[in-house]
C-alpha cells in the first residue's frame, strides 16, 4: 500500500477519529500508533556520514545506497510503529478491510 492509497483509504473517516493498528490476525490485540519514520531513518551499521538517528543520510552514503538495492525495499519506505497494547482485538477487523 503506497502512502497515497493509505490518505485515500483515512479521508472517508472522521479526521478527529483515533486511529490503532489491529495487530496479528492470529491473536488479535488492538495497538495506538507511537509514530512515523522511513526506513532511511533507521539506524544502519553501513553508515559512513555519522547521521543522527531520525534523520536522512547524506549522499553517497553507502547506507542509503544499500537501501535502494535490496528487494522492493527502499529509503523512503514508511512504517507505522506500533505502541502501546490497548486491549484484545478481532479478527473480523481483517474480513471488513477487505471490503475497502
Ligand atoms: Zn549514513
Same mark, same amino acid.
Given at each position: 500500500?503506497?502512502?497515497?492509497? &493509505?490518505?485515500?483509504? +483515512?479521508?472517508? =473517516? ?5 486511529? #490503532? ?17 522511513? #526506513? %532511511? %531513518? +533507521? !539506524? ?7 547521521? +543522527? &538517528?531520525?534523520?536522512? =543520510?547524506?549522499?553517497?552514503?553507502? !547506507? ?11 529509503? #523512503?519506505?514508511?512504517? +507505522?510503529?506500533? $505502541?502501546?497494547?490497548? #486491549?484484545? $482485538? ?5 474480513? !471488513?478491510?477487505?471490503?475497502?
Amino acid at each position: 500500500m503506497t502512502v497515497q492509497e &493509505l490518505i485515500d483509504l +483515512l479521508q472517508e =473517516h472522521d479526521p478527529e477519529a483515533e486511529v #490503532r493498528i489491529m495487530s496479528q490476525d492470529g491473536w488479535p490485540f488492538e495497538c495506538s500508533i507511537f509514530g512515523v519514520t522511513t #526506513r %532511511e %531513518e +533507521l !539506524a544502519d551499521d553501513d553508515c559512513e556520514c555519522g547521521r +543522527l &538517528l531520525g534523520r536522512p =543520510h547524506d549522499d553517497g552514503c553507502p !547506507a542509503a545506497e544499500g537501501q535502494e538495492q535490496e528487494d522492493g525495499m527502499e529509503g #523512503r519506505d514508511v512504517f +507505522l510503529v506500533e $505502541g502501546q497494547q490497548e #486491549r484484545y $482485538g478481532s479478527k473480523s477487523a481483517w474480513i !471488513a478491510a477487505q471490503r475497502c
